[in-house]
Protein backbone atom coordinates (compact mmCIF):
# COMPACT_ATOMS: atom_id res chain seq x y z
CA UNK A 1 0.00 0.00 0.00
CA UNK A 2 1.17 3.65 -1.15
CA UNK A 3 1.27 6.08 1.70
CA UNK A 4 3.50 8.01 0.33
CA UNK A 5 3.31 12.43 0.46
CA UNK A 6 4.05 12.05 -3.42
CA UNK A 7 2.63 9.62 -5.57
CA UNK A 8 4.60 8.55 -8.32
CA UNK A 9 3.00 8.28 -11.77
CA UNK A 10 4.41 6.08 -14.92
CA UNK A 11 2.77 6.50 -18.46
CA UNK A 12 2.40 3.87 -20.85
CA UNK A 13 1.72 5.39 -24.65
CA UNK A 14 3.47 8.56 -25.36
CA UNK A 15 0.67 9.79 -27.97
CA UNK A 16 -1.70 12.62 -27.97
CA UNK A 17 -3.67 12.93 -24.50
CA UNK A 18 -0.64 11.57 -22.55
CA UNK A 19 0.64 15.28 -23.06
CA UNK A 20 -2.41 16.72 -20.93
CA UNK A 21 -2.02 13.79 -18.45
CA UNK A 22 1.29 14.66 -18.48
CA UNK A 23 0.57 19.00 -17.92
CA UNK A 24 -2.19 18.11 -15.58
CA UNK A 25 -0.03 15.69 -13.17
CA UNK A 26 3.13 18.52 -13.07
CA UNK A 27 0.49 21.29 -11.24
CA UNK A 28 -1.06 18.62 -9.56
CA UNK A 29 -0.15 18.27 -5.96
CA UNK A 30 1.15 14.76 -4.48
CA UNK A 31 1.91 13.82 -8.12
CA UNK A 32 5.20 13.44 -10.00
CA UNK A 33 5.67 12.06 -13.22
CA UNK A 34 8.37 9.77 -12.71
CA UNK A 35 8.19 7.87 -16.59
CA UNK A 36 7.10 7.48 -19.88
CA UNK A 37 7.24 4.82 -21.91
CA UNK A 38 6.52 4.03 -25.49
CA UNK A 39 6.86 0.89 -27.65
CA UNK A 40 9.12 3.45 -29.87
CA UNK A 41 11.72 4.65 -27.62
CA UNK A 42 12.86 8.15 -29.80
CA UNK A 43 9.00 8.72 -29.04
CA UNK A 44 9.21 8.25 -25.66
CA UNK A 45 12.17 10.09 -25.87
CA UNK A 46 10.58 13.11 -27.70
CA UNK A 47 7.90 13.13 -25.23
CA UNK A 48 10.26 13.18 -21.97
CA UNK A 49 12.06 16.02 -23.41
CA UNK A 50 8.42 18.36 -24.39
CA UNK A 51 7.25 17.53 -20.15
CA UNK A 52 10.18 17.59 -18.23
CA UNK A 53 9.97 13.52 -17.78
CA UNK A 54 13.16 12.04 -16.82
CA UNK A 55 12.73 9.09 -17.09
CA UNK A 56 12.27 6.84 -20.55
CA UNK A 57 11.46 3.26 -20.79
CA UNK A 58 10.05 0.46 -22.77
CA UNK A 59 7.13 -1.08 -21.28
CA UNK A 60 8.48 -3.68 -19.69
CA UNK A 61 11.37 -1.32 -17.64
CA UNK A 62 8.54 1.01 -16.45
CA UNK A 63 6.26 -1.98 -14.41
CA UNK A 64 9.84 -3.25 -13.13
CA UNK A 65 10.60 0.49 -11.35
CA UNK A 66 10.57 0.27 -8.29
CA UNK A 67 9.85 3.80 -8.13
CA UNK A 68 6.98 3.98 -9.67
CA UNK A 69 3.77 3.49 -7.83
CA UNK A 70 0.72 4.05 -10.35
CA UNK A 71 0.50 3.37 -14.10
CA UNK A 72 -1.70 5.67 -16.53
CA UNK A 73 -2.51 4.01 -19.78
CA UNK A 74 -2.92 5.88 -22.20
CA UNK A 75 -2.96 3.77 -26.13
CA UNK A 76 -5.22 2.83 -28.32
CA UNK A 77 -8.18 0.83 -26.97
CA UNK A 78 -7.05 -2.23 -28.09
CA UNK A 79 -3.97 -2.36 -26.10
CA UNK A 80 -5.95 -1.10 -22.25
CA UNK A 81 -5.98 -4.59 -21.34
CA UNK A 82 -2.72 -5.72 -21.91
CA UNK A 83 -0.77 -2.73 -20.65
CA UNK A 84 -3.34 -2.45 -17.44
CA UNK A 85 -2.75 -6.14 -16.53
CA UNK A 86 0.84 -5.95 -17.45
CA UNK A 87 0.96 -3.27 -14.61
CA UNK A 88 -1.32 -4.79 -11.98
CA UNK A 89 0.73 -7.93 -12.42
CA UNK A 90 4.02 -6.47 -11.52
CA UNK A 91 1.97 -4.75 -8.40
CA UNK A 92 1.23 -0.68 -9.50
CA UNK A 93 -1.66 0.76 -9.21
CA UNK A 94 -3.53 1.79 -12.65
CA UNK A 95 -5.61 4.53 -13.92
CA UNK A 96 -7.00 3.20 -17.94
CA UNK A 97 -7.98 5.99 -20.43
CA UNK A 98 -11.35 5.47 -21.56
CA UNK A 99 -13.03 3.05 -22.37
CA UNK A 100 -11.50 1.28 -19.92
CA UNK A 101 -11.32 -2.21 -22.09
CA UNK A 102 -12.92 -3.02 -25.32
CA UNK A 103 -15.48 -5.51 -23.67
CA UNK A 104 -16.84 -6.57 -19.97
CA UNK A 105 -14.88 -9.52 -20.44
CA UNK A 106 -11.50 -8.28 -20.33
CA UNK A 107 -12.34 -5.55 -17.89
CA UNK A 108 -13.99 -8.12 -15.53
CA UNK A 109 -10.82 -9.78 -15.58
CA UNK A 110 -8.10 -6.75 -15.15
CA UNK A 111 -11.49 -5.74 -12.11
CA UNK A 112 -10.49 -9.56 -10.54
CA UNK A 113 -6.76 -9.14 -10.79
CA UNK A 114 -6.95 -6.05 -9.18
CA UNK A 115 -8.70 -6.90 -6.20
CA UNK A 116 -6.97 -9.84 -5.71
CA UNK A 117 -3.34 -7.71 -5.38
CA UNK A 118 -5.15 -5.23 -3.48
CA UNK A 119 -4.44 -2.60 -5.89
CA UNK A 120 -6.40 0.67 -6.87
CA UNK A 121 -7.75 0.64 -10.24
CA UNK A 122 -10.18 2.99 -12.48
CA UNK A 123 -11.20 4.30 -15.62
CA UNK A 124 -9.88 7.78 -16.33
CA UNK A 125 -13.83 9.46 -17.17
CA UNK A 126 -12.19 12.87 -15.84
CA UNK A 127 -15.69 14.62 -16.70
CA UNK A 128 -17.16 12.51 -13.72
CA UNK A 129 -15.08 14.42 -11.31
CA UNK A 130 -14.97 18.23 -13.07
CA UNK A 131 -16.94 20.87 -10.53
CA UNK A 132 -20.52 21.78 -12.97
CA UNK A 133 -20.92 17.66 -12.96
CA UNK A 134 -20.29 17.52 -9.49
CA UNK A 135 -22.96 20.61 -9.00
CA UNK A 136 -25.48 19.04 -11.70
CA UNK A 137 -25.43 15.22 -9.63
CA UNK A 138 -26.31 17.44 -6.29
CA UNK A 139 -29.00 19.34 -8.01
CA UNK A 140 -30.73 16.23 -9.56
CA UNK A 141 -30.11 13.82 -6.43
CA UNK A 142 -31.74 16.86 -4.14
CA UNK A 143 -34.34 16.89 -6.93
CA UNK A 144 -34.32 20.20 -7.62
CA UNK A 145 -36.33 19.49 -10.87
CA UNK A 146 -38.49 17.29 -9.55
CA UNK A 147 -38.21 13.68 -11.27
CA UNK A 148 -36.01 13.13 -13.78
CA UNK A 149 -38.01 11.94 -16.22
CA UNK A 150 -36.11 12.50 -19.59
CA UNK A 151 -32.42 13.04 -20.88
CA UNK A 152 -31.39 13.89 -24.25
CA UNK A 153 -27.95 14.44 -25.31
CA UNK A 154 -25.47 14.78 -28.43
CA UNK A 155 -21.91 14.78 -28.59
CA UNK A 156 -20.69 14.74 -32.01
CA UNK A 157 -18.08 16.52 -34.51
CA UNK A 158 -15.47 16.51 -36.59
CA UNK A 159 -12.60 15.16 -35.04
CA UNK A 160 -8.95 16.63 -35.85
CA UNK A 161 -6.67 14.67 -37.94
CA UNK A 162 -4.73 14.14 -34.79
CA UNK A 163 -7.54 11.63 -33.69
CA UNK A 164 -8.99 10.48 -36.92
CA UNK A 165 -7.00 7.02 -37.64
CA UNK A 166 -6.94 5.85 -34.49
CA UNK A 167 -11.17 6.44 -34.51
CA UNK A 168 -11.39 4.78 -37.75
CA UNK A 169 -9.46 1.83 -36.94
CA UNK A 170 -10.87 -1.44 -36.15
CA UNK A 171 -8.16 -2.95 -34.86
CA UNK A 172 -7.30 -0.35 -32.75
CA UNK A 173 -10.62 -0.98 -31.55
CA UNK A 174 -11.85 2.72 -33.04
CA UNK A 175 -15.83 3.40 -33.87
CA UNK A 176 -17.45 6.43 -32.15
CA UNK A 177 -19.24 4.52 -29.23
CA UNK A 178 -15.73 3.17 -27.53
CA UNK A 179 -14.34 6.42 -28.00
CA UNK A 180 -16.99 9.21 -27.62
CA UNK A 181 -20.34 7.43 -26.73
CA UNK A 182 -19.00 6.34 -23.44
CA UNK A 183 -18.89 9.93 -22.25
CA UNK A 184 -22.70 10.23 -22.39
CA UNK A 185 -23.28 6.71 -21.31
CA UNK A 186 -21.54 6.91 -18.23
CA UNK A 187 -22.68 10.72 -17.39
CA UNK A 188 -26.40 9.34 -17.72
CA UNK A 189 -25.31 6.65 -15.46
CA UNK A 190 -23.39 8.63 -12.91
CA UNK A 191 -26.57 11.83 -12.85
CA UNK A 192 -29.05 9.50 -12.15
CA UNK A 193 -27.02 6.62 -9.94
CA UNK A 194 -28.26 4.07 -12.34
CA UNK A 195 -27.95 1.24 -14.76
CA UNK A 196 -30.18 0.98 -17.99
CA UNK A 197 -32.49 -1.76 -18.00
CA UNK A 198 -33.65 -1.48 -21.74
CA UNK A 199 -31.51 -0.92 -24.09
CA UNK A 200 -31.93 0.06 -27.89
CA UNK A 201 -30.18 1.54 -30.56
CA UNK A 202 -28.86 2.19 -33.51
CA UNK A 203 -25.53 2.60 -35.90
CA UNK A 204 -24.05 4.15 -38.98
CA UNK A 205 -21.24 2.37 -40.46
CA UNK A 206 -18.14 4.18 -42.11
CA UNK A 207 -16.01 2.66 -44.76
CA UNK A 208 -13.55 1.11 -42.89
CA UNK A 209 -15.97 -0.71 -40.47
CA UNK A 210 -16.57 0.46 -36.92
CA UNK A 211 -19.74 3.36 -35.97
CA UNK A 212 -19.21 7.04 -37.07
CA UNK A 213 -23.00 7.88 -36.13
CA UNK A 214 -24.67 6.22 -32.78
CA UNK A 215 -27.85 6.61 -31.62
CA UNK A 216 -28.71 5.09 -27.70
CA UNK A 217 -32.58 4.71 -26.13
CA UNK A 218 -32.06 3.53 -22.51
CA UNK A 219 -34.71 3.11 -19.77
CA UNK A 220 -33.83 3.71 -15.89
CA UNK A 221 -35.28 1.70 -13.43
CA UNK A 222 -36.71 4.80 -11.90
CA UNK A 223 -38.45 5.54 -15.72
CA UNK A 224 -36.01 7.72 -16.96
CA UNK A 225 -35.45 7.99 -20.33
CA UNK A 226 -32.51 8.73 -22.32
CA UNK A 227 -32.10 9.56 -25.93
CA UNK A 228 -28.15 9.76 -27.21
CA UNK A 229 -26.67 10.55 -30.50
CA UNK A 230 -22.82 10.54 -31.20
CA UNK A 231 -20.42 10.64 -34.23
CA UNK A 232 -16.85 11.19 -34.62
CA UNK A 233 -17.68 13.01 -37.95
CA UNK A 234 -20.52 15.17 -38.03
CA UNK A 235 -20.85 18.27 -35.81
CA UNK A 236 -23.17 18.44 -33.21
CA UNK A 237 -25.22 20.80 -30.44
CA UNK A 238 -22.92 19.12 -27.79
CA UNK A 239 -25.37 19.71 -25.09
CA UNK A 240 -27.66 17.74 -22.55
CA UNK A 241 -30.82 18.78 -21.32
CA UNK A 242 -32.75 16.60 -18.40
CA UNK A 243 -36.01 17.21 -18.15
CA UNK A 244 -37.77 16.91 -14.35
CA UNK A 245 -41.54 17.01 -13.34
CA UNK A 246 -40.46 20.40 -11.96
CA UNK A 247 -38.18 22.11 -14.16
CA UNK A 248 -35.45 21.20 -16.57
CA UNK A 249 -31.41 21.47 -16.89
CA UNK A 250 -30.11 22.79 -20.03
CA UNK A 251 -26.20 22.17 -20.28
CA UNK A 252 -24.50 23.38 -23.21
CA UNK A 253 -20.84 22.32 -24.04
CA UNK A 254 -21.53 18.72 -23.22
CA UNK A 255 -18.55 17.00 -22.16
CA UNK A 256 -16.75 19.32 -20.34
CA UNK A 257 -18.96 22.77 -19.73
CA UNK A 258 -18.58 24.88 -16.59
CA UNK A 259 -22.23 26.31 -16.71
CA UNK A 260 -25.56 25.49 -16.54
CA UNK A 261 -28.90 27.02 -16.43
CA UNK A 262 -31.96 25.67 -14.15
CA UNK A 263 -35.49 26.14 -15.86
CA UNK A 264 -38.19 26.00 -13.04
CA UNK A 265 -41.70 26.14 -13.71
CA UNK A 266 -43.40 24.08 -10.66
CA UNK A 267 -45.66 21.29 -12.98
CA UNK A 268 -46.66 23.74 -15.73
CA UNK A 269 -45.81 25.37 -19.31
CA UNK A 270 -44.94 28.31 -18.04
CA UNK A 271 -41.24 29.05 -17.06
CA UNK A 272 -41.38 31.09 -13.62
CA UNK A 273 -37.52 30.80 -12.58
CA UNK A 274 -33.83 31.02 -14.40
CA UNK A 275 -31.00 30.24 -12.58
CA UNK A 276 -27.56 30.06 -14.21
CA UNK A 277 -24.90 28.15 -12.53
CA UNK A 278 -21.23 28.55 -12.86
CA UNK A 279 -18.28 26.43 -11.95
CA UNK A 280 -14.82 27.69 -11.67
CA UNK A 281 -13.11 25.32 -13.15
CA UNK A 282 -9.32 25.03 -14.24
CA UNK A 283 -8.49 25.05 -17.87
CA UNK A 284 -6.81 21.32 -17.39
CA UNK A 285 -9.50 19.98 -16.42
CA UNK A 286 -7.83 16.49 -15.97
CA UNK A 287 -6.56 17.92 -12.50
CA UNK A 288 -10.01 16.88 -10.91
CA UNK A 289 -9.40 13.09 -11.32
CA UNK A 290 -5.90 13.00 -10.18
CA UNK A 291 -6.34 14.31 -7.27
CA UNK A 292 -9.32 11.76 -6.99
CA UNK A 293 -6.78 9.06 -7.52
CA UNK A 294 -3.88 10.10 -5.24
CA UNK A 295 -7.09 10.68 -2.38
CA UNK A 296 -8.17 7.38 -2.66
CA UNK A 297 -4.47 5.58 -2.99
CA UNK A 298 -3.06 7.94 -0.04
CA UNK A 299 -6.51 6.43 2.03
CA UNK A 300 -5.98 2.94 1.09
CA UNK A 301 -8.98 3.04 -1.01
CA UNK A 302 -8.76 0.71 -3.97
CA UNK A 303 -11.51 2.26 -6.28
CA UNK A 304 -13.63 5.44 -6.42
CA UNK A 305 -17.17 6.26 -4.99
CA UNK A 306 -17.14 8.35 -7.94
CA UNK A 307 -16.40 5.78 -10.38
CA UNK A 308 -16.75 2.60 -9.09
CA UNK A 309 -15.13 -1.08 -10.54
CA UNK A 310 -18.77 -2.36 -10.80
CA UNK A 311 -20.32 0.54 -12.80
CA UNK A 312 -17.64 0.37 -15.27
CA UNK A 313 -17.55 -3.50 -16.11
CA UNK A 314 -21.63 -2.47 -15.96
CA UNK A 315 -21.08 -0.26 -18.74
CA UNK A 316 -18.90 -1.87 -20.80
CA UNK A 317 -22.32 -4.59 -20.62
CA UNK A 318 -24.65 -2.17 -22.36
CA UNK A 319 -22.05 -1.17 -24.97
CA UNK A 320 -21.46 -5.01 -25.57
CA UNK A 321 -25.12 -5.31 -25.86
CA UNK A 322 -25.83 -2.75 -28.28
CA UNK A 323 -22.40 -3.87 -30.81
CA UNK A 324 -23.76 -7.46 -30.20
CA UNK A 325 -27.18 -5.82 -31.62
CA UNK A 326 -25.35 -4.44 -34.93
CA UNK A 327 -23.29 -7.56 -35.30
CA UNK A 328 -19.74 -5.56 -34.80
CA UNK A 329 -17.17 -6.88 -32.91
CA UNK A 330 -13.43 -6.10 -33.39
CA UNK A 331 -11.06 -8.59 -35.70
CA UNK A 332 -9.24 -9.44 -32.61
CA UNK A 333 -12.08 -10.31 -30.31
N1 LIG B 1 -9.85 11.92 -21.87
C1 LIG B 1 -9.89 12.49 -23.06
O1 LIG B 1 -10.35 13.60 -23.23
C2 LIG B 1 -9.33 11.72 -24.21
C3 LIG B 1 -9.08 12.38 -25.42
C4 LIG B 1 -8.49 11.65 -26.43
C5 LIG B 1 -8.21 10.33 -26.26
N2 LIG B 1 -8.51 9.70 -25.10
C6 LIG B 1 -8.22 8.29 -24.89
O2 LIG B 1 -6.81 8.17 -24.71
C7 LIG B 1 -6.34 6.96 -25.29
C8 LIG B 1 -5.26 7.29 -26.28
O3 LIG B 1 -5.76 8.17 -27.27
P1 LIG B 1 -4.73 9.10 -28.11
O4 LIG B 1 -5.54 9.95 -28.97
O5 LIG B 1 -3.74 9.69 -27.19
O6 LIG B 1 -4.06 7.96 -29.00
P2 LIG B 1 -2.80 8.03 -29.95
O7 LIG B 1 -2.01 9.28 -29.71
O8 LIG B 1 -3.25 7.78 -31.34
O9 LIG B 1 -1.99 6.76 -29.49
C9 LIG B 1 -1.61 6.56 -28.14
C10 LIG B 1 -0.58 5.46 -28.08
O10 LIG B 1 -1.16 4.23 -28.53
C11 LIG B 1 -0.22 3.49 -29.29
N3 LIG B 1 -0.66 3.41 -30.70
C12 LIG B 1 -1.37 4.31 -31.41
N4 LIG B 1 -1.58 3.88 -32.66
C13 LIG B 1 -0.95 2.68 -32.75
C14 LIG B 1 -0.79 1.74 -33.81
N5 LIG B 1 -1.32 1.93 -35.02
N6 LIG B 1 -0.07 0.62 -33.55
C15 LIG B 1 0.47 0.39 -32.33
N7 LIG B 1 0.34 1.26 -31.29
C16 LIG B 1 -0.37 2.39 -31.50
C17 LIG B 1 1.09 4.25 -29.19
O11 LIG B 1 1.73 3.78 -28.02
P3 LIG B 1 3.33 3.77 -27.92
O12 LIG B 1 3.73 5.18 -27.67
O13 LIG B 1 3.63 2.85 -26.81
O14 LIG B 1 3.79 3.21 -29.23
C18 LIG B 1 0.60 5.67 -29.01
O15 LIG B 1 1.55 6.51 -28.44
C19 LIG B 1 -7.57 6.27 -25.87
O16 LIG B 1 -8.07 5.39 -24.93
C20 LIG B 1 -8.55 7.41 -26.08
O17 LIG B 1 -9.90 7.01 -26.06
C21 LIG B 1 -9.04 10.39 -24.07
Redesign the pocket.
Given at each position: MVNKQKLKWGI?????????MASALKITPNSQLYAV????LS??KI?ADKNGVENVYT?QEIVNSKEIDIIY????????FD?AKLALDHGKHVL????FTVNAKEATELVRIAREKNLFLME????RFLPSVKMLKNKITNHEIGDVKQFNISFGGFVGT??E??LK?P??AGGVT??MG?YPISFVCYLLGELPIDIKSMARFSDSGVDEISNYMFRFPSGCLTNICTSYNLKMKNEAIFYGTKGFIDFPQFW?GNRFTIHFHNGTNDINTTVNVLENTHNN??IYQVEEVVRCIQKGNLESKIIPLNETIAIMKVMDKMREEWGFSYPFE
Open positions: VGAGNIANKASKTKAFYVATTHNFHNIEKPAIWTEYKRDALLDIEGF
